[in-house]
């Protein structure tokens, strides 16, 4: 009897640490990502695992889905799929959409010129080809714009990463550090120096109020000027500053107006701009 329940001690005593142990481990989360791509990013995956083997990497990663959005050159309709030879401007790529009758329906406009909208996963057999899981009609060019600026974006984000900037250190800790006295007198020279600059460009504004199309044209004039080389657009902070004082919400009123106009367009969100 006191055999017997020594053993069930034991038991315990072995189950209540693994026990612990399993609640302190973090739980591992299945993350399913979709990525927007284009053609071109989908050969360059492929050339890349041709040469290194292993799983279909899109800029260094393993999404869950990808979306694309191309046009229909041509394709081929059977009972139970569409075949479409789709092209986005960066190249061309097969795919198949296996459909039933409800969607069948939904894809009935379906034709060779129309733009479409996929998302899915590229497979190799028999043939390299994008395996469609679903499909939508593009209602207007915008989505296709859209989807460039996102599948570029996305490729610089995992390609270079996001870093944080780097307040540097300032020179008198610095000095500091290395048991070294500062020359006081060359640090307010080269402070002076330094701001006097800064404060002839504080003034650059001319301090008058923009309005109507004064201030459009006034905006439209600087991304013109500051948009060459900077793909990621103009922030609206800049403009702000560069027509100051005129307020911030009848910048932002000017530049919708030349958005909707066709003059101008947000690049990598709604607050960066470029003109066309």
Do not use: W
Request: glycine share 8%.
């Amino acid at each position: 009897m006191f055999g017997s329940s020594t053993f069930v001690t034991t038991q315990l005593e072995v189950a209540v640490p693994e026990a612990q142990a399993a609640a302190r481990k973090p739980r591992q989360e299945d993350r399913q990502t979709c990525l927007p791509v284009t053609v071109r990013a989908i050969e360059h995956a492929m050339e890349q695992r041709a040469d290194t083997g292993g799983e279909l990497r899109v800029h260094g990663s393993e999404p869950g889905v990808l979306l694309l959005v191309g046009l229909v050159e041509a394709m081929t309709r059977q009972s139970a799929s569409i075949e479409l030879s789709l092209n986005d401007g960066t190249g061309r790529i097969k795919a198949r959409h296996y459909v039933n009758d409800r969607q069948s329906g939904d894809l009935a406009a379906l034709a060779p010129g129309r733009y479409v909208t996929v998302f899915g996963s590229v497979r190799t057999a028999p043939e390299v080809h994008f395996a469609v899981a679903g499909m939508t009609l593009a209602q207007s060019a915008d989505e296709v714009s859209y989807h460039m600026v996102e599948a570029a974006y996305a490729a610089l984000k995992l390609q270079k990463g996001r870093t944080e900037p780097v307040t540097p250190a300032p020179k008198k800790h610095m000095a500091a550090e290395a048991g070294l006295s500062p020359p006081k007198e060359t640090t307010v020279a080269t402070a002076s120096a330094v701001g006097a600059p800064a404060a002839v460009a504080a003034k650059e504004p001319s301090g008058e109020r923009l309005s109507g199309s004064g201030l459009r044209k006034a905006a439209l004039k600087f991304l013109q000027r500051e948009g060459e080389g900077r793909p990621e657009g103009v922030p609206l902070a800049a403009v702000c500053q560069h027509v100051a004082p005129t307020p911030a919400d009848e910048v932002a009123a000017a530049l919708q107006k030349l958005v909707d106009s066709g003059e101008v367009y947000t690049s990598i969100d709604d607050e960066h701009f470029l003109p066309l």
